[in-house]
């Protein structure tokens, strides 16, 4: 018996219906061909996306590094330290915390101006109170420091962006973590004061971070699923941000590691 009736296939339970479908007589027809071209299409422009997206937060992050270094370049440590001594320390951080609330509503609006801007005055307050690093450690150990940290980050951003597993997962863990890090340390400066337990957490910290910073480059490459032509800057403006305080975190816990051992 013919199983075809009127260009529909009709087998036991399996229907299908060639008038209804990207093909003709059993055999791909126009339709099939635009198709094609336009999903190609779609996933080069999802491609160019994400390497825009990749591209423009690691450049945002290092131009807030830059603006980072020039701040603590140009700043009197002395003068921070008068400032911090006082009420200031506690204005620095709530002008932090108030620079990314407000930071964050203006990338969910998408207002890559405003959020860029922020993202520069919060770059620079950094750098103003990283500038006392001046007068705890050497040139040389600041420069090491730094070495270690810029080729520790570069590796894992890169594992991040070419790692196949899905590190969501890990990277929930290790923010867990962090949390736990952060409430082993005050307990440290409040009851213990142990410097050998100072040293352990600065090497797990680093460690922490080490990952946080694959997960982060990897999220970052993963926001195309949301990006568009519109919200391109926002997106990298963000993955920027987690990028900054990954390489910062990092860096400052080699420094404290490094300036022990001098």
């Avoid at 199983?3 to 003709?24: E, I, L, V």
């Avoid at 307050?125 to 270690?148: D, E, H, K, P, Q």
């Avoid at 990006?227 to 910062?248: E, K, R």
Wanted: glycine content about 6%; proline content about 1%; hydrophobic content about 50%.
């Amino acid at each position: 018996m013919n199983n075809y009736s009127n260009g529909t296939n009709q087998n036991n339970n399996y229907s299908y219906n060639y008038q209804n479908s990207n093909y003709t007589n059993g055999y791909p027809n126009d339709n099939f061909y635009n198709d094609y071209a336009y999903q190609a299409a779609k996933l080069n422009l999802r491609e160019t996306l994400a390497q825009e997206v990749v591209a423009k937060s690691f450049m945002f992050m290092l131009i807030a590094l830059l603006i980072s270094t020039v701040a603590a370049l140009t700043t009197s440590p002395f003068m921070v330290l008068n400032l911090m001594s006082g009420g200031g320390f506690l204005l620095l951080v709530v002008a932090e915390l108030v620079i990314v609330f407000v930071s964050n509503r203006a990338i969910r609006k998408n207002n890559p101006v405003l959020a860029g801007v922020l993202f520069a005055i919060y770059s620079y307050i950094n750098g103003v109170t990283l500038s006392v690093i001046f007068l705890a450690y050497s040139g040389t150990t600041i420069i090491s420091a730094f070495a270690v940290t810029a080729l520790t980050f570069g590796i894992m951003a890169v594992y991040g962006l070419v790692a196949k597993k899905d590190l969501t997962k890990i990277g929930n863990m290790l923010l867990m973590a962090l949390i736990g890090i952060l409430i082993s340390s005050f307990v440290n400066i409040i009851i213990f004061r142990s410097s050998m337990f100072d040293t352990v957490i600065d090497a797990v910290v680093i460690l922490v971070f080490i990952g946080i910073t694959a997960y982060d480059t990897q999220r970052i490459k993963k926001s195309i699923a949301i990006s568009n032509d519109n919200n391109v800057l926002c997106l990298s403006l963000n993955g920027a941000f987690q990028l900054y305080l990954d390489f910062i975190n990092i860096f400052l816990r080699v420094l404290s590691i490094l300036g022990r051992r001098k």
